[in-house]
């Protein structure tokens, strides 16, 4: 998961933990890259606005590099729900502020798809 604000980012992981899911949180982009290089993910959770980078600039990264990684974006920049890199790369954009509930039910939803 890529999530820059910190308060956020630690309460999405300990909940996703507490549901046992294993979640690797980078900060921004230097983070996500360092991560990805050790981890192929299961599923990613992305952010659009990060420090130094984009979320489209993760996107094209991760379709490059593991194309069969399902992505759920989960951003308030609600003016990349359209976007031609973004829309047709992702699961689904869910809009923040994000219910737990909502996001733990897409990536159960997303995951029982991929393992089919």
């Known amino acids: 998961m890529v999530e820059?604000?910190?308060?956020?980012?630690e309460v999405i992981k300990d909940s996703l933990t507490a549901s046992g899911y294993a979640v690797l949180l980078a900060r921004d982009g230097q983070e996500y890259y360092k991560c990805i290089k050790s981890t192929v993910p299961d599923i990613a959770i992305l952010d659009m606005k990060l420090p130094d980078v984009t979320g489209v600039d993760l996107i094209k990264?991760?379709?490059?590099?593991?194309p069969e990684v399902p992505i759920i974006v989960n951003s308030a920049a609600v003016e990349?729900?359209?976007?031609?890199?973004?829309?047709?790369?992702?699961?689904?954009?869910?809009?923040?502020?994000?219910?737990?509930?909502?996001?733990?039910?897409?990536?159960?939803?997303?995951?029982?798809l991929c393992s089919k």
């Open 80 to 112: 990349y729900i359209e976007h031609p890199e973004v829309k047709p790369n992702i699961v689904c954009f869910l809009v923040k502020p994000t219910k737990m509930g909502e996001l733990k039910a897409k990536i159960a939803e997303t995951l029982n």
């Open 4 to 9: 820059d604000e910190e308060f956020l980012g």
């Open 61 to 66: 990264h991760l379709k490059a590099t593991y």
